[in-house]
């Protein structure tokens, strides 16, 4: 496909080829139609048009592809046409089943695991320079794959960070019902649950934490804090001391 000009990706120092994930969804998208039994060169040749047809600045990927059976059909909101021809195609209608999918999820069968780890591993190398892009990003993880645990986890981190707890505590609960040994999920949970005020369950979450890594310093001194709040001084006591020991304060 790069050579084909479909993809134009960059070089490296040994030339060898980069791709962006944009190119990664579109190479999922010719797969998917290939496995729908459209030959090779005929979803290379409708890819290379749609390319050209495109406005400048418009990525491939956003437009939604899919095969009635006999044509490939382009779909970008209202308009419908096929790439091959560069015609539209009026009252169109979805083949029998599912309705066309966005390029982002057509992946092949089987496979909806694998690109939702991709988008998840995309997202965390957007957090350095694009936190809005990277959230975007673990949502889409998400909808491929609902139960991805560290989309969950790491979606969470960011709207706790911009403030938004209720979402932050639904998504690492999520998380926790995907692995419940997940000894961050239940940290992170914790903290959430404390900065909303409920400190009864913030316990409980960092009990769950300590529980599956006894060595969680911070969840023993968040403990030791939440247990002299709520008047269990004991308690607040032992874990205190807990932590002292670990950090090596005597």
Do not use: C
């Amino acid at each position: 496909m790069a050579r084909a000009g479909i993809l134009t990706p960059a070089r490296g120092p040994r030339r060898e080829y980069r791709f962006t994930f944009q190119d990664l969804v579109l190479l999922r998208s010719a797969r998917r139609l290939i496995d729908s039994q459209v030959p090779q060169r005929r979803v290379h040749r409708a890819l290379r048009m749609l390319v050209r047809q495109l406005p400048a600045g418009k990525p491939p990927s956003e437009v939604q592809l899919t095969t009635d059976g006999k044509q490939i059909v382009a779909r970008d909101g209202d308009t419908v046409w096929s790439p091959e021809s560069g015609q539209l195609l009026m009252g169109f209608s979805s083949p029998p089943g599912p309705s066309p999918t966005p390029v982002a999820q057509l992946v092949p069968v089987g496979l909806a695991e694998s690109a939702a780890e991709d988008w998840h591993q995309h997202a965390l190398g957007l957090e350095p320079v694009d936190l809005a892009g990277a959230m975007g990003a673990y949502r889409q993880a998400l909808s491929l794959d609902p139960g991805h645990v560290g989309a969950h986890v790491q979606l969470g981190r960011l709207l706790q960070a911009g403030g938004d707890l209720v979402e932050a505590i639904r998504h690492y609960r999520a998380a926790l019902d995907g692995d419940a040994r997940h000894a961050t999920a239940a940290f992170n949970l914790g903290t959430a649950l404390d900065a909303s005020g409920q400190v009864e369950e913030a316990i409980v979450a960092y009990r769950h934490a300590l529980g599956v890594d006894p060595s969680l310093a911070d969840a023993h001194y968040n403990l030791s804090l939440l247990y002299q709040r709520s008047g269990h001084t004991l308690a607040a006591l032992v874990h205190l001391k807990r932590y002292r020991e670990m950090i090596g304060v005597k």
